[in-house]
């Protein structure tokens, strides 16, 4: 049993589209969360979402909405793509955020841009 | 937020312990350190988090010195699939609770 899902795991699509991505956990989360790793490497956090209200928003362009129809979804939805948003987009969920609950995440989303 | 240092890369034989250590030396006294890593290709997998005692599970051990100011991770037999990168992090109400990744350790574990 796969605990964080993510879909698709590669995604190939054209500048200026609008594109989607699906993260499922199944652990009984109320958190979930969106990183991004680009081709440096560096990991960073994008939203975290609790009980469906978005508590975190780092530094990302309005492009980028993460929504979440239930607890146990957090999609991302990005429009008017950029060849700058090719990266690894990685989905990840935990209990309540706190520092004691440790956040688990799923394999990842190869983005690229063409 | 508090910061880790971290070595860039180590080797390990295949079979022996393989200790990575981290520095953290501005740590608060209520954040936690965690260690995650990396596997080519993969998503972040956790290993094992702490606040001042030393933990241990199946995956590792977590040695945290008594002023709190550094940690080593501990693979006690360590496998060619144990090959990743190694994260430290601390993890602090400044940054609202997120894992703020680094650069890591490269783990090189050789047969």
């Known amino acids: 049993d796969t605990a964080v899902s993510q879909t698709p795991k590669y995604l190939v699509t054209q500048m200026g589209n609008d594109k989607s991505i699906k993260c499922e956990q199944n652990l009984g989360h109320d958190t979930m969360y969106w990183y991004k790793q680009d081709s440096k490497k560096f990991l960073k956090i994008m939203f975290s979402?609790?009980?469906?209200?978005?508590?975190i928003n780092e530094t990302v362009p309005n492009r980028f909405s993460p929504k979440s129809p239930d607890k146990a979804h957090l999609n991302l939805h990005i429009n008017s793509l950029e060849l700058g948003d090719s990266a690894v987009y990685f989905c990840?969920?935990?209990?309540?955020?706190?520092?004691?609950?440790?956040?688990?995440f799923g394999d990842g989303t190869r983005l690229s841009i063409l | 937020d508090a910061k880790t240092t971290q070595p860039t890369s180590m080797d390990c034989a295949e079979g022996r312990a393989a200790n990575l250590p981290c520095n953290h030396s501005t740590i608060s006294g209520n954040e936690y350190v965690y260690w995650y890593r990396q596997i080519h290709s993969q998503g972040p997998q956790y290993i094992i988090h702490g606040l001042k005692n030393n933990e241990t599970n199946e995956m590792a051990s977590l040695i945290i010195t008594e002023d709190r100011k550094s940690s080593t991770l501990i693979l006690p037999h360590a496998t060619l699939r144990d090959t990743a990168v190694y994260y430290c992090i601390v993890r602090t109400r400044g940054s609202q609770g997120n894992l703020i990744f680094g650069k890591g350790t490269k783990l090189s574990v050789k047969p």
């Open positions: 979402y609790n009980n469906k209200e978005l508590i």
């Open positions: 990840a969920s935990s209990q309540e955020g706190g520092l004691n609950q440790p956040q688990h």
